[in-house]
């Protein structure tokens, strides 16, 4: 036996983490994937109903549009992301990790949004963007650009893009951190030669860092897909449970809340018959999406590699 | 080493602090907004403030015994990250360093944890703890944080993959066994990713709400995310207090912050074979 | 490779050496609830805990109330102690609920949604019915609110909110206004703010509730023949009402009079903008009413008038004192003495003392003048939320689409009242709960 792990010493490595996530994480996700093929309010008996609830939710023409939408917007966020926050992120993160002046601050402020919780951030903006009392407009007015003034966060068509600027703003310190420690990661001696070449500062980043770095910049590209379909937070308290003005600001995870756990406000009103398993059904649908994606990434990256 | 060239440079630096300084201004806002008093918010939200004071932490430390939530969230956040720590680094190793049937099936199994929602699969965890008897305790919270490794791992993966090889190969050569090896060696030299690691997920652990409002059913052992939530949820009538338990939330946040980030930079990059 | 054992099994140890100790610290504290499980018939000489779940959610506003509340109730009871945790958010209790461990009591919204009557359905509620609670205090809604398929499953609520107008007086006096007899009067208050260039009624178009809570109001006023009607499930309702109100809701939001910008303001930046004097009135609820208690300026209330002068408010039992007692717990007797507590005389004035809530039942001291002046309401009229999910069913939501559709259209001018009313109509006939 003792020959057995001698030879395969990963499997001690992997052991501790595997056994604690496959209890805490794989187990629920599997009992909760069970769930979705039963009927069930989640108070009263379970009836179960095989592949029923998938088939109901793509046949309910509501439904399906309610999830188009919600997925539509998923997707911005998450193209969004990649093409303009991510390489501010590398930008940033260059500076810092060439140490220009101010960097201690530069990490602190830019990372500061994330020691905020959800709620104050959004009542801030608020403040700032709010059409009558909001500082922005307020400035405008005092500078003489009143008829600028407009109601930011209230403009149906802007609502998504006003939701990916705050998880942005809120997110930026952190793909920058990821990238700071991935350029440290490079191995000298690829710099070394590359000053002896005389590159410049930017040439050095596209041609020797990017390269390096290639890797984690497409970790990061999946993770912002992964969390473009599980961001909730900002849409939750800027639009509240039904997503907004005609669901402006709806997505994935918000859609599966509502269907889950949606019929609980303070004025009352009724519990759906089955919304635990409607809800383990949308969870399920969700998570396909994102794991499907996954499993394509991986595995044209690793081909790349091996 | 350190000459930044170029306009460009200069253009981005200039924009870096601008976007630094608005966003800073907003935490100093807040902190502002802690010091007023409620009636000052709530008729006076953008004048100047008639006068200034410490009421809102006051009555955060005496009336709701804020140290505790501190404490709580502290040993919380110590285990947690401790723990995570380890066990990704160590699962990451274990992936990316030795070739293996099923090796990518197994990045993959630990990437799904992100993809789930975790308030579904909740039961189960919690029969779990009940049986364990973990209810109300802290060691249920941070045993379900510590298994939330799949961002980790999946990050660190490639970079313990691309640890160069000879240091491994001398290292073994010279007698030390493979845990001494991981952990003397190819461990430290992942550093700066480490650290970087070490404080997001800080910050998540820190800032978790769910788990401490399933699983930490007694004012004595709630965290501070649960406070802030009390006074967040009628914010109107709770805005001083909102402002002033998010303050006090985050300065340890910001000391681990400091400390790590600036670990992440000194040093040289993982050296070459240097003899 | 000895080393590398001897590391791993060290890594172990430190794991469950940490969860050892946490648990003991944990223990303590369990050991002391799961303890007393000796018989229930026991009475008087063994102390007894009871564990009770409040509403996280309103933890802020509830806890000094709670507090002297517990306090008394221990004085009276001193073999039973109350371990009172905020602990009751609707995912905790889903939790318990289906993980089998709900606490001794905890806190329900009565029938103002269903799902107290579904765990009372299932078997999750202890039947109060044996304990001969006294009613005779508490009106009709009131018993109502309590009973599933005719037993009575947790404590009356005592007290009730509604949706009122809000207004400052120094800007009504400025122009000489004062509260509306009448609805005639109502519409020149506020065409005459418009014309002087306020804003007549401070609206937050953004938030599913906060554009609600005008139509809360208006919603009885006017219409509430029609409400009635179809809580009543009578078929061929005349709309006509309704159609107006849904007009007028439209017509305010055209005219002006709910500021600029309205559809862009959340509930807070109308709230805000009140508070700072930036607007004459705002419809908000009676259980903000301490909010406005920190404003510099003079602030009054008043509930809608009808055309013919009738001041109305809706009907909205408060569930900040409404407890269900779990089926399963081991100490049912205890745990009704909490009950009867809550709906005595002692624990309401407390209440009262620290919230100013509006009463529904007769014998309490309001807290102060303004309790008086928003309980100065000639009837309860039907609220349109309730009444709506009254006649609704899994598949038709009238009240979801009131919400969700309905107000923000009208809002926009991208609906009439017709087709408003129209919608609604369609909706409740697709229900089998008509």
Known sequence: MLSFFKKRPYLLFIAPGFILYTILVIYPIAAAAV?????????????????????????????????????????????????????????????????????????????????????????????????????????????????????????????????????????????????????????????????????????????????????????MVLISYIFGMTIFDFSYLLGGTSGGIERNVDVMSLFFYRMAFGDTNPLGGNISQNSMGMGTTIACVLFLMIFIIALIQLLIVYRKEE | MNKHQGFMALVIKGLMWIYSLITFSILIYMIYNSFRTRQDILSNTFGMPKKLNLDNFKKLFVNDHFYRYFLNSAVILVFSLILITLLSSMTAYGIGRYKFKFRKFTRIYFLVGLMFPVQLGIVPIFLLMKNLNLINNHASVILILSAGISMPVFMLTDFFANLPNEIYEAAIIDGAGEWKTFYKIMFPMAKPIVFSICIIMSVQVWNQFFMPLIFLQSEAYKTIPLIIVKYTKNLLSTMDLAMAASVLSTVPILIIFVIFSERILEGVATGGVKG | MKKFYRALSMVLLVVVLSVSFLTACGSEQSANSTE????????????????????????????????????????????????????????????????????????????????????????????????????????????????????????????????????????????????????????????????????????????????????????????????????????????????????????????????????????????????????AMLVDGTWNNQVFASVNFNVGRFALPSKDGVLYSQSGPSNYNTYAVSAKTKYPDEAVKYIEFLNDKESQQIFENNLGAIPLVKDLTPKDESVKEMAEYDQVGNNIYHVLSGVADETARPQDMLLADILPKLMTSKMTGEEAAQKIKDEIAKSSAK
């Open chain 1, 35 to 219: 769930i979705s093929l039963y009927r069930w309010n989640g108070i009263g008996p379970k009836t179960f109903v095989g592949f029923n609830n998938y088939i109901e939710l793509f046949n309910n023409k509501d439904m399906v549009s309610q999830l188009w939408n919600a997925l539509s917007h998923s997707l911005m966020i998450f193209i969004l992301t990649v093409i303009f926050v991510i390489p501010v992120q590398i930008i940033m993160a260059y500076m810092v990790y060439s140490k220009v002046r101010g960097k201690s601050f530069f990490q602190v402020a830019i990372f500061s949004p994330q020691f905020i919780s959800t709620p104050v951030i959004i009542f801030i903006f608020t403040l700032l963007l709010d059409a009558n009392i909001g500082v922005v407009n307020k400035f405008l007015e005092s500078i003489g650009q009143g008829h600028l003034t407009k109601p930011w966060l209230g403009i149906p068509e802007f609502g998504m893009y006003i939701v990916w600027i705050m998880i942005s703003w809120a997110g930026m310190g952190v793909g920058m951190m990821f990238f700071v420690g991935a350029m440290k990661m490079v191995p000298v001696d690829c710099l070394e030669s590359a000053y002896l070449d005389g590159a410049g500062f930017w040439k050095r980043l596209i041609t020797i860092f990017l390269p390096q770095i290639k890797v984690t910049i497409l970790n």
């Open chain 3, 36 to 279: 007393a499980s000796g018989s229930t018939a026991e009475k008087s000489s063994q102390p007894v805990t009871l564990k009770i779940w409040g509403d996280t959610d309103n933890q802020a506003i509830l806890e000094a109330s709670f507090n002297e509340i517990n306090e008394a109730f221990t004085k009276k009871y001193p073999n039973i102690k109350l371990d009172y945790q905020y602990s009751g958010s609707f995912d905790s209790i889903n939790v318990a609920l289906q993980s089998d461990s709900l606490p001794d009591l905890f806190w329900v919204q009565g029938n103002k949604s269903t799902k107290m009557a579904e765990m009372a359905k299932q078997g999750f509620l202890l039947p109060l019915d044996d304990y001969k609670l006294d009613s005779s205090r508490f009106p009709e809604q009131s018993i109502e609110y309590a009973t599933v398929d005719g037993k009575i499953y947790c404590s009356f609520p005592s007290f009730f909110d509604y949706a009122i107008m809000y207004y400052n007086k120094d800007i009504f006096q400025k122009y000489g206004l004062d509260k509306p007899k009448n609805w005639g009067e109502f519409e020149n208050i506020v065409k005459t703010l418009k014309d002087k260039g306020e804003t007549a009624i401070s609206f937050g178009g953004k938030g599913d509730f906060d554009r609600y809570w005008l139509m809360q109001v208006l919603a009885p006023t006017l219409a509430n023949d029609v409400l009635q009607n179809i809580k009543e499930h009578k078929a061929d309702t005349d709309y006509k009402n309704l159609i107006d109100t849904f007009n007028i809701y439209r017509s305010f939001a055209e005219k002006g009079y709910l500021g600029k910008d309205f559809a862009a303001t959340d509930g807070a930046g109308a709230q805000l903008a009140f508070t700072n004097g930036k607007a």
